[in-house]
């Protein structure tokens, strides 16, 4: 299968000819573009080569630029060699030499540039090629086909088919007659019309007649590029220019999504570090509350040792023995206290006397036993109990044991209310000592 860039599928029918030829060789006279309207660009891509020719800078410029291998001459073909005084249709296939054509033009509102080109004849064309073989040459040179021919006297190459453009440009108007006798004279029989062009083949080659038998058709199984300046090809463009546009709308959405995707991914992104984060302060915090359970289940199992501990000893004989001692001592406490901020002589000498009175009272007597002399004056010596000016004769009775006899008590003039309270309890605790 092929890909049709002719005007009028010149290439298709030339191909159904020639196609069988592997990597052939073409003259394409008034070549123009590489691609628009192009009768070779479908043997190009199939790996065939050429020489190109065309007068106008432009379009040897694009030939030169876009078909790789091949060679592009840059002159007209005429009767003779010279200079030739061409007009140049901007960007047309209008451009020629012919002042008739040319002024013709000018007064259709196409204005034209006039250059001055280097002018050779198709006997030096065909002359300069070095291939056995020429398999087909296209001329279309703008109403200046019988100067081509003109120009073709003794050059013995015969191309294997000739294509030339036979109307008058921009009518239907034929005008062969001038020159397809000089063809035929060169061994060339008429095979073929589309209306535009006709077809010669060499006599030589007469296998391939059949191949101009019937117009471009679905057998010949080729496809249009689109490119051509034809009404079928407008309208591949049109669909052509809606897919571009749809493309155009679809590349903006997908940029629009592709940043909404992006943007989406960042937030997700930032979600999973914050969750990571927040995992990490749950794992942190989940083992510092196991810790902090240890550390209560150990504290707990401490509390529950010292209550046992302190049930234990406030249960033990020693205890409830030293229970007025003890009592005895936080009210001695009280009296010093008393005494060291008192100013008063007479509160001094009370307090001195309920000091010695609870001395004789509540701790001698627990001396009289052995067991609990030691007892009494480890706890005294511990308490500073010793200290007091006035009770260092506990230590007398501490250490010499014996019948004391009380004191008289003080009348109660000399005594405080608060003495009298502190002597009061004092009293109670030695009267009562399991209380």
Known sequence: ???????????????????????????????????????????????????????????????????????VWQVAIGASRGTLSFHEFHQTGLSTGSDVLAEEHQRHGRPYRQTTVDMITLDDVLDAIEAQDIHWLKIDVEGMEADVMAGWKNSPMRPWVIVMECVQPGTRESMHETWEPSILEKGYQHVYSDGINRFYLSRQHQELLPAFQAPPNIFDEFQISGTASNSFSNVLRHKVFLAEVLASKAEAHGFIVRHDLDTTTQKLNFAEQQNREQQEIISALKGQLVHARSHD????????????????????????????????????????????????????????????????RMILPLTRSRALRSVVWAVTQRTGLLKAVTLRRLAHYLRNPGPTHAPPPLPAKHISKRAARLSQQLKQAINHPSK
């Open 1 to 71: 299968m092929i890909t049709s860039y002719a005007q009028n599928f010149e290439d298709v029918i030339l191909w159904r000819a020639t196609g069988h030829i592997p990597h052939g060789f073409y003259i394409d006279i008034g070549a123009q573009d590489p691609i628009i309207d192009s009768v070779s660009m479908a043997f190009y891509e199939k790996g065939w080569r050429g020489l190109h020719i065309d007068p106008v800078e432009h379009y040897a410029n694009l030939l030169s630029a876009q078909r790789d291998g091949e060679d």
């Open 297 to 360: 289940a150990h504290m707990q199992s401490h509390v529950e040792h010292m209550q046992s501990h302190v049930e234990r000893m406030q249960n033990s004989r020693s205890w409830r023995i030293t229970t007025p001692l003890r009592m005895a001592l936080i009210g001695m406490r009280g009296v010093r206290s008393l005494v060291k901020q008192s100013a008063s002589p007479d509160i001094r000498s009370v307090s001195h006397r309920v000091l010695h009175r609870a001395v004789r």
